[in-house]
């Protein structure tokens, strides 16, 4: 049987994970439950549809800015844990915020991890944020 796979015991270098993410799901058996891809320089999250067993995933240190939308797709029916700290991650205000003091400020994308228990942000310049588990638990 396959260990889980561990960038920081093997690192990938600084693969761009656009045409290469089918080089993981090869990687990885369906019975995996964690994916560690941190300390690669990964700008994006990519999509890795053929990994649906996967639980937690670690992106620490890595270059990702933001979660884009369906990027995480492939994760909502098993994802517990994402670890996202030590990256460039911002949160988004809307388009019209009427004073600096009221603004709302999110993390996008994140809506369809209904299972997801942990969420790790730290080492990102993010000064506030709005909390809604209500979101988390539709």
Same mark, same amino acid.
């Given at each position: 049987?396959?260990?889980?796979?561990?960038?920081?015991?093997?690192?990938?270098?600084?693969?761009?994970?656009?045409?290469?993410?089918?080089?993981?799901?090869?990687?990885?058996?369906?019975? @995996?439950?964690?994916?560690d891809?941190?300390?690669?320089?990964?700008?994006?999250?990519?999509?890795?549809?053929?990994?649906?067993?996967?639980?937690?995933?670690?992106?620490?240190?890595?270059?990702?800015?933001?979660?884009?939308?369906?990027?995480?797709?492939?994760?909502?029916?098993?994802?517990?844990?994402?670890?996202?700290?030590?990256n460039?991650?911002?949160?988004?205000?809307?388009?019209?915020?009427?004073?600096?003091?009221?603004?709302r400020?999110?993390?996008? @994308?994140?809506?369809?991890?209904?299972?997801?228990?942990?969420?790790?942000?730290?080492?990102?310049?993010?000064?506030?944020?709005?909390?809604?588990?209500?979101?988390?638990?539709?």
């Amino acid at each position: 049987s396959l260990y889980p796979l561990c960038s920081r015991i093997s690192p990938l270098q600084g693969v761009e994970l656009g045409g290469e993410a089918t080089v993981l799901e090869g990687l990885l058996a369906d019975d @995996n439950s964690s994916l560690d891809l941190s300390f690669n320089n990964i700008r994006h999250v990519p999509s890795l549809p053929s990994l649906t067993k996967v639980n937690v995933v670690y992106f620490v240190q890595n270059k990702i800015g933001k979660v884009d939308e369906g990027a995480l797709d492939w994760a909502k029916d098993n994802l517990t844990s994402l670890e996202l700290g030590g990256n460039r991650i911002r949160v988004s205000s809307p388009p019209y915020t009427p004073c600096s003091w009221c603004s709302r400020q999110t993390i996008e @994308n994140l809506e369809k991890l209904t299972l997801l228990e942990e969420l790790w942000l730290g080492k990102n310049k993010i000064r506030t944020l709005e909390v809604s588990l209500e979101t988390l638990y539709q």
